[in-house]
Nanobody, 124 residues
Framework: QVELKESGGDSVQFGGSLRLSCAASGFTITSSAMGWFRQAPGKEREGVVA???????VYADSVKGRFSISRDNALNTLYLQMNSLKSDDTAMYYC??????????????????WGQGTQVTVSS
């Protein structure tokens, strides 16, 4: 059974940093492309960053240079390091498993397994 569990969300000040974790079970994270998504109140869920099986990653323009995705294969865990946080980064953050190993997509429709989310709130 595929399961994804996010953690690490918190309330932080503008300019602060957070690291989110996504613990996976029921599959190996390097067997699929994986992604981080976020959804702010009243907005659609959007792709933040995706990583494919070989480590190739794609970032949304809004987070380039500030966010970084990584994996710990031994722990089967995906991470999202977020620096220089802004109020626009306030959202529920989700990790997801792609239908493909090859395509690091930022499209929600390319993913079929989701975690329950972890809340990130950035205050000024």
């Amino acid at each position: 059974q595929v399961e994804l569990k996010e953690s690490g969300g918190d309330s932080v000040q503008f300019g602060g940093s957070l690291r989110l974790s996504c613990a996976a079970s029921g599959f190996t994270i390097t067997s699929s492309a994986m992604g981080w998504f976020r959804q702010a109140p009243g907005k659609e869920r959007e792709g933040v960053v995706a990583i494919r099986f070989d480590g190739t990653s794609v970032y949304a323009d809004s987070v380039k240079g500030r966010f970084s995705i990584s994996r710990d294969n031994a722990l089967n865990t995906l991470y999202l390091q977020m620096n220089s946080l802004k109020s626009d980064d306030t959202a529920m953050y989700y990790c997801a498993r792609s239908r493909s190993a090859w395509t690091p997509s930022l499209r929600e429709s390319d993913y079929y397994a989701w975690g329950q989310g972890t809340q990130v709130t950035v205050s000024s």
